[in-house]
């Protein structure tokens, strides 16, 4: 083989987006994915505010598809998620059902490898014990939610801000006290 038919057939191997290429009997493998940097976990967000960015790198034969998977099933692109076929998920104003989720992406490509990432990264939200109906502001609806079991006994409910095991005054006044906040 000449030295120019090799330069073609390497920028051929390159660029082409298909598993092994043939060019006049001669053959570029497909290189498997690698993962070189995993996803880290997400904590310190608030319920309803912000953003939690999950970002994989990868080498290897492209294009590399890209598929994130929540507590092990395929998530699609919506209201919350974004880049759900990219190496950078991104969840926008997570809600109190994404706390403590794990998050993975699958990675494949013309090699037909499949590779995972080998942790599972989760979303530790921050929640105001205030938030009663974990809406990520301290507002009326929480007064209404206290008000309906106020003077009653509750071990361990959420409305018991203060843990006493009495829905009292104590736990009103907390309320108050962060009346209009939001997460801290």
């Not at 092994?20 to 997400?42: D, F, L, M, W």
């Not at 310190?44 to 790198?57: I, R």
């Not at 106020?150 to 843990?163: A, P, R, V």
Request: aromatic share 6%; charged share 10%.
């Amino acid at each position: 083989m000449s030295r120019l038919s090799l330069i073609i057939l390497i920028a051929i191997c390159t660029s082409t987006n298909q598993g092994i290429c043939q060019t006049r009997g001669n053959t570029c493998p497909c290189k498997a994915p690698v993962i070189s940097s995993h996803p880290a976990s997400v904590s310190g967000l608030c319920v309803a505010n912000g953003q939690a960015n999950y970002t994989v790198a990868a080498s290897g034969t492209g294009p590399l598809n890209y598929q994130w998977q929540e507590n092990l099933v395929n998530i699609n692109d919506n209201s919350i998620y974004s880049g759900t076929h990219t190496a950078t998920l991104t969840l926008t104003n997570p809600s109190i059902n994404q706390n403590n989720k794990s998050y993975r992406c699958v990675i494949t490509n013309c090699s037909g490898t499949i590779v995972y990432t080998n942790n599972l990264s989760t979303l530790n939200l921050n929640i105001m014990p205030t938030d009663l109906n974990t809406d990520g502001v301290t507002d009326n609806g929480d007064f209404s939610i206290l008000l309906r079991v106020y003077g009653t006994l509750c071990s361990g409910c959420k409305e018991d801000i203060d843990q006493d095991g009495h829905i009292n005054v104590v736990d009103f006044l907390r309320l108050i006290g962060r009346y209009n906040q939001a997460c801290f």
